[in-house]
């Protein structure tokens, strides 16, 4: 692989990058039902182009703590601002209602960034995973989670709280992070918070995100996987950035449009350095169905194996 020249000229989106626009009836009744509920999923925030395969195939990504984020990631659709610490409390009994009216069976949580409130929003992303378990302790449940300041406490309250897959974005590659991402959101806080994440539970599967397309370099995207690997991250997904609005056009413009053989080629290099599974395609996001569906399997085979482990212990009467 080559480094990927700067374009002279604007760029037009290619084939393999045009999706038709949701038309189902089921994706309209949940979208109705959300809007209803007062929910945000990052499927419809961030103007994601899998939306209606996921939503119909039994996956979704709630947004938690609002659609307002208080850091202004360049790449992100999400509005930015200050939430002045509202939150609303009922919201964990809201997205376990969602969820079963959706009838999903693996479920990812994001949320933006609270830099408002005194522990960054992780008692209320907590409180939410605890009650999708007590509801549905069979439901697997992904969080896509802020860096918290890579806060070893605030990272531990959600470990403690049983999701079966942590997950925290890089996004991009060290040198273009100051770029892409809000100043606060920084390339070796990313890591710190993996790396919190596993510390605190050795079995904890982690996962991230890199987007391609701003600019990173080959030897750049090595270095971002070694440093993954260093921190036992599990799972890796790379995807197209696409700048979701004119506005974002502007501000961090889409260097360059990779191929699905680039795509291919970086898939082959995670396997290769041991990842436990890459998704790596032009439409692919960190929430994406077939990630999903693969930890689906990884998880309920670990649970059928506990499970049989704990049927074979030998039992012994009481005195």
């Known amino acids: 692989m080559t480094n990927q020249p700067k374009p002279t000229t604007p760029l037009k989106r290619p084939d393999w990058l045009k999706v038709r626009a949701p038309v189902s009836k089921g994706y309209h009744e949940i979208k109705n039902m959300l809007g209803d509920l007062k929910l945000a999923t990052v499927c419809q925030e961030a103007i994601c182009p899998n939306i209606e395969e996921c939503w119909s195939g039994g996956t979704a990504t709630f947004m938690l703590m609002g659609d307002t984020c208080t850091r202004a990631c360049k790449f992100c659709a999400v509005k930015t601002g200050n939430p002045k610490g509202i939150l609303d409390h009922d919201e964990p009994q809201k997205v376990g209602y969602a969820i079963s009216q959706m009838k999903l069976d693996y ?17 209320h992303f907590a409180e939410t995973i605890e009650v999708i378990k007590r ?65 605190i539970k050795s079995s904890q599967y982690t996962k991230t995100s890199i987007m391609l397309g701003v600019g990173e370099k080959d030897d750049e995207i090595m270095q971002t996987l070694k440093d993954l690997r260093d921190v036992g991250c599990d799972v890796v997904t790379f995807g197209q950035y696409l700048a979701p609005t004119n506005r974002h056009k502007k501000y961090l413009p889409i260097h360059d449009y990779a191929t699905p053989e680039r795509f291919n080629y ?23 169905r077939a990630g999903e569906f693969f930890m689906k399997g990884v998880i309920e085979k670990n649970r059928e194996k506990e499970k049989l482990l704990k049927q074979s212990r030998p039992t012994f009467p009481s005195a």
Request: proline share 6%; aromatic share 6%.
């Open 107 to 123: 479920v990812v949580l994001t949320s933006v960034d609270r830099d408002d409130l005194e522990d960054l929003g992780a008692n």
């Open 266 to 288: 970086w898939k082959e290099v995670a396997d290769d350095m041991g990842f436990l599974y890459c998704a790596s395609g032009p439409l692919v996001r960190s929430s994406y």
């Open 135 to 199: 509801n549905r302790p069979d439901m697997i449940v992904e969080v896509l989670t802020p860096d918290f300041n890579a806060v070893p406490e605030l990272v531990e309250r959600i470990i403690e709280a049983q999701p079966d897959v942590f997950a925290h974005n890089v996004e991009t590659v060290e040198s273009l992070t100051p770029r892409v991402r809000d100043r606060r959101s920084q390339y070796r806080k990313s890591l710190k918070t993996l790396e919190l994440a596993k510390e």
